[in-house]
């Protein structure tokens, strides 16, 4: 098709080019091409972003068809990684539980990027390949959150966690529950004595060579929260399979990073359990040792993934990290203050907050920083324990993070509370329905910022 046919088509079909808009113009000949889609960005200039952008509408709406190749505007090394990385995000479907006849019949399977002959570098080839690894940790992530809880039970989850590191050649080490209890992490068994299935703890690694910085992932990896006896109303319980976004962040992270061989130690740590309501089922009042010798007064059964983080936070000093991140689904009041796609982050270190912003803003997913105000810390005193783990809904997130705060140790940190973004009702933009892999592609870039 020439270009003066294309502009013509363009023009009769009223394509401006806006934002989410798609033009889709099929050939009725013998050629190879059988097809063309247009995708409009709304946008006068082109970031990486949008390419990112054009790579998952293209997918998407080739869904139905087997190879596509992709033309974009901008083919410098960052855009060529976000459309790789595309291309696998909107390609994504969940359909572990659809019998054969629900199953789609056909799969995208091939993905070309046409660049000129000039440009076809082994640079851009590598940058290919990382999109393409980012994308499938994304992918990975957004599975485990998908899949549904009695098949995720905690040790599903941990081998989920081992079958990946194998995979990529980074170690994978789980503890289970006679191994957690040795360790003393009370706050860990606390949340799980509701529940039927074991706790797990796991740690994952990647050492390369010549590493100058280590840092450690924190994830929380509750595979459903009911709530415990301060039982949520059904409403809120119906997508609490997503309460294990955080440890499918810290294992797509860690699997990343060793699969790109960053030059940089990194370890991931999951605390995993369900919050249910069985017999033995930690009550209000109850008071139980954490793992770094702290005593803590339980206000809120539901109130468990600040539990279970603490005493990963505990394991996670005696690490010796240059910095700790975690990312949690840890508060609704996240949502109330942000909305249900932005993730509240705190740090104690205004330098790395600010480059974890950048990292952010350059990955396209929206962080918003909170203030670690010391001043409510008074909020969780106890008359008869160390302290309380939660209080009531003012500035329920930034309690939260104070009191994994009082579990660091002397360690630099960042805390995201990813509850919105993690899991969504319905898709929107780019970003598909139901978990999301949120948080991966950030963590990955701040990585490869400090590298
Ligand atoms: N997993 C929830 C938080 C959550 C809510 C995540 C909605 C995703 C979507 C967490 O364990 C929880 O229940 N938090 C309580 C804390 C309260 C009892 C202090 C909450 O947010 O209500
Ligand atoms: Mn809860
Ligand atoms: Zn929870």
């Known amino acids: 098709m020439s270009s003066g046919a294309l502009k013509r088509v363009i023009a009769e079909e009223g394509f401006k080019g806006s934002k989410g808009q798609i033009l889709q113009f099929q050939f009725s000949g013998k050629g190879q091409v059988k097809r063309i889609i247009l995708v409009g960005l709304g946008a006068a200039k082109v970031s990486s972003a949008h390419c990112r952008t054009i790579a998952v509408r293209t997918a998407r709406h080739a869904r139905r068809f087997t190879s596509i190749a992709l033309i974009l505007p901008q083919t410098d090394i960052p855009a060529v990684r976000a459309a790789a990385e595309g291309l696998l995000g909107g390609s994504y479907l969940y359909d572990r539980y659809f019998s054969e006849s629900k199953k789609p019949k056909t799969k995208l399977n091939r993905a070309v990027l046409l660049v000129d002959k000039s440009q076809n570098t082994p640079e851009l080839e590598r940058a290919l390949q990382e999109g393409a690894i980012i994308g499938g940790a994304v992918n990975f992530a957004r599975d485990l959150v998908n899949c549904p809880p009695n098949d995720l039970t905690p040790t599903a989850l941990a081998d989920a966690a081992k079958q990946a590191c194998d995979q990529v050649g980074a170690k994978c080490k789980i503890y289970n529950k006679k191994e957690i209890q040795n360790m003393g992490m009370n706050l860990l068994l606390a949340v799980n004595r509701g529940s039927a299935q074991e706790p797990r703890f796991v740690h994952m690694s990647y050492k390369p060579a010549q590493a100058k910085k280590r840092i450690v992932f924190v994830g929380k990896g509750i595979t459903f929260d009911a709530g415990g006896l301060c039982i949520k109303p059904s409403k809120a319980m119906l997508d609490m399979k997503c309460d294990m976004a955080g440890a499918a962040v810290t294992i797509g992270v860690v699997v990343a990073a060793a699969a790109l061989r960053l030059p940089v130690e990194v370890h991931g740590l999951v605390a995993s359990t369900e919050n249910m309501t069985g017999a033995d089922a930690y009550r209000p009042g109850d008071v139980f040792t954490a793992k770094n010798g702290k005593t803590v007064e339980i206000i809120n059964t539901d109130a468990e993934g600040r539990l279970v983080l603490a005493d990963a936070l505990s394991y996670a000093d005696e690490?010796?990290?240059?910095?700790?991140?975690?990312?949690?689904?840890?508060?609704?009041?996240?949502?109330?203050?942000?909305?249900?796609?932005?993730?509240?982050?705190?740090?104690?270190?205004?330098?790395?907050?600010?480059?974890?912003?950048?990292?952010?803003?350059?990955?396209?997913?929206?962080?918003?920083?909170?203030?670690?105000?010391?001043?409510?810390?008074?909020?969780?005193?106890?008359?008869?324990?160390?302290?309380?783990?939660?209080?009531?809904?003012?500035?329920?997130?930034?309690?939260?993070?104070?009191?994994?705060?009082?579990?660091?140790?002397?360690?630099?940190?960042?805390?995201?509370?990813?509850?919105?973004?993690?899991?969504?009702?319905?898709?929107?933009?780019?970003?598909?329905?139901?978990g999301t892999g949120f948080g991966i592609r950030t963590a990955l870039e701040y990585l490869r910022s400090i590298a």
Not at 349 to 361: F, G, K, L, N, R
């Open 319 to 434: 690490l010796e990290p240059d910095l700790l991140i975690d990312h949690a689904t840890l508060t609704g009041a996240c949502m109330v203050a942000l909305g249900p796609r932005r993730a509240g982050f705190f740090s104690n270190s205004d330098d790395i907050a600010q480059s974890y912003i950048v990292a952010a803003e350059q990955q396209d997913e929206m962080y918003w920083r909170m203030p670690l105000d010391t001043d409510l810390r008074e909020l969780l005193k106890s008359s008869i324990a160390d302290m309380k783990h939660c209080d009531g809904p003012y500035g329920g997130t930034i309690t939260a993070a104070l009191f994994l705060k009082e579990f660091i140790g002397k360690n630099k940190w960042v805390h995201v509370d990813i509850a919105g973004p993690a899991f969504l009702e319905t898709m929107h933009g780019d970003t598909p329905k139901g």
